[in-house]
């Protein structure tokens, strides 16, 4: 039983452009989490999506950022017109109901914008 | 804001038994205590979770005080990888959830051999 799946693993992206991260979750979890983490700083949680439903995008900053979980696929987080400052690594997490038992994360994708 | 309180950092030997405190004094009566740790920018792990009563499971065990405002993680045999940072979370159970996990800066735990 795979675990939370998240490519790429590494993600080089020019200011401007789209980066597009993707998290495939546990089999037979419906819930994912995407969590940001700055270098040197904690982690802090974007966005909670269940199949085709945003839940909770409070964490989510208000222009460039968007997710979707579809019903077919993976959960996609996508920043559009990317600067310097969206540099972190990207943690994805999932659970099969609202993580009382604990959430599955994963091993993250590292962005860097140049 | 995270809601909880932990020391910045902590060393301890090899095989011994690791004590991570955490302070939670303004818990809620509908929220349980959350710990998990990062190993060197590797995704979160879960650790071990619980309420009130004591918790023990494969990795950890969890100690709650009795006016629940201060828990208590225990590793029973520190190996060096166990080295990580260690969060303390406390969050509510059941419909007031939202999904969400707030991390503070946790305890940098350096095991030595």
Redesign the interface.
Known sequence: NAG?MQNPRHLVRRRGQEARLRCSPMKGHS?V?W?RQLPEE????MV?LQKENI??E??MPKERFSAEFPKEGPSILRIQQVVRGDSA?Y?C?S?PT???????????TRLTVV | DAKTTQPPSMDCAEGRAANLPCNHSTISGNEYVYWYRQIHSQGPQYIIHGLKNNETNEMASLIITEDRKSSTLILPHATLRDTAVYYCIVRPYGSSNTGKLIFGQGTTLQVKP
């Open positions: 939370v819930h989490y969590y904690g982690l802090k949680f909670y839940i909770d409070s964490g690594a943690f997490a659970s609202t993580g009382e038992d604990g959430y599955t994360f994963g091993s993250g």
